[in-house]
Every structure is written in C-alpha cells, then in structure tokens.
C-alpha cells in the first residue's frame, strides 16, 4: 500500500454556504447528513484527480460532528487520501466553519471568524475497481 508520506496522494477542498434549504432542524439547525454530502463531493474529487474516476463511496469507519451548523454557514469541506491499496482509497475528512450567520444581530448579518471553527471529521474508504483506473501510479 502506498501512504500519505507521498506527495503524489491528492487533497481537495471545497466551501459552501449551507442554506435555508439544508436547515432540518429547529433553530435553523443543518443536518448532519449534510456535511456528510460534502465529504462525498471531496471524496468524488480526490478519486477523479487520483484514478481519473469518480469510484464509489464504500464505508466511514469512523464520524464525529463537533460543533453545529445553522443555516448562512460557510463551511470549508477539506479531505486528502491517506492510503492508497489496489483499489481501495482510504481519506481523512475536516470540515470548519469560516463564516457564521448572526441572526442575532439582525436576519443578514454574518461574521469572518477569526480562528474557524471544526464542526466535523471524519474517516472513509473508497473504491475504484481496477478496470475503471484510468493512471498508472507505478514506479
């Protein structure tokens, strides 16, 4: 199995404002589910730079949500893939919080946080099937 030591292993990123729409919950709480969803599209990325492929999502082995996320959010979604077998693509996922609605305030307001803050993490495995591999990684 390669590891994360190589500089050749992908990382990605991706921010998105959760919005009234991803609001599940009272008090304009998001889902859960839906950090999830953005460490799928991470995940989908990371594949597609690695393997030319989008692979499919197989299993978390482990998620934590950290701190919640309201609607007007900005969420920083990030993920890199640690470990690398013949068709299996371990990840590590992060997502923060920049910015936060203020509601408070008044219903537009909204902050720069200055230290953002971890909401999520998580850890995964992904498969591309060999047939769909479309780099060679080999020395």
């Known amino acids: ?15 998105v404002r959760m919005s009234q729409a991803d609001a599940h919950y009272g008090g304009n709480l998001v889902d859960g589910a839906r950090i999830l969803q953005l460490f799928g599209d ?13 692979g499919l999502f197989r299993a978390y082995d482990n998620v934590e949500f950290l701190a919640p996320v309201f609607a007007g959010d900005y969420i920083e979604a990030y993920g890199e893939i640690v470990e ?5 693509r371990k990840m590590k996922f992060e997502a923060y919080k920049v910015i936060h609605s203020r509601p408070d ?5 909204a902050e720069v946080l200055d ?3 971890l909401v999520c993490k998580a850890s995964g495995t992904c498969v591309v099937p060999k047939d769909k591999q479309r780099y060679n990684h080999e020395e």
């Open 1 to 15: 199995m390669e590891n994360a030591k190589n500089s050749r292993l992908p990382k990605a990123m991706i921010r």
């Open 42 to 54: 991470v995940a989908t990325e990371l594949l597609i730079r690695y393997d030319g492929d989008e």
């Open 84 to 88: 690398v077998g013949r068709t299996s």
């Open 105 to 109: 305030i008044n219903d537009s307001a």
């Open 115 to 117: 230290e953002p803050i």
